[in-house]
């Protein structure tokens, strides 16, 4: 097995585990799609559909479903650059730079920035598939691994 094939594999058992009986719960909603992982890069990108369950008031996707799909990735890439272990969020700084639509996929990139023995420091990139070239949101992020 590649190290890319192992990556994929404990990304996609991690996030089964997560959404074990969630049904009825948010994160329940933010029912992740994997599109790429590159372990060298310590890069995951996954997708989001955004319905009209997300909306805010002005019927636009709300600012926390956005925050909660950065965390969601972010979380999970630390989870794998911690060596499987399950990490917390100790801070994230999330910069929106334009409207989501909803009925939209959102694509979040996330890419591990560094990480040591406890902490692990992220950075993320949101856009609407289709647009690769529009950044409509981005997001730095600290995890902690309690060893």
């Not at 058992?13 to 074990?20: A, P, S, T």
């Not at 029912?31 to 002005?58: Q, V």
């Amino acid at each position: 097995m590649t190290e890319k094939e192992r990556m994929y594999s404990s990304i996609v058992e991690y996030n089964k585990v997560l959404m074990e009986g969630t049904e009825d719960l948010f994160r329940g909603r933010l029912d992740s799609h994997f599109i790429d992982c590159d372990p060298e890069k310590r890069i995951l990108t996954l997708a989001y559909d955004m319905t009209s369950w997300a909306s805010n008031y002005r019927g636009v996707t709300h600012g926390g479903m956005i925050a909660s799909t950065f965390d969601q990735c972010m979380g999970i890439l630390a989870y794998w650059c911690a060596g499987e272990m399950v990490c917390q969020t100790v801070n994230m700084m999330i910069t929106y730079l334009k409207p989501v639509p909803l009925d939209c996929r959102l694509v979040i990139e996330s890419t591990c920035s560094s990480s040591g023995k406890t902490l692990g420091n992220f950075t993320a990139k949101a856009w609407v598939e289709g647009a690769e070239d529009v950044i409509v949101a981005t997001a730095t992020s600290t995890f902690y691994a309690r060893r």
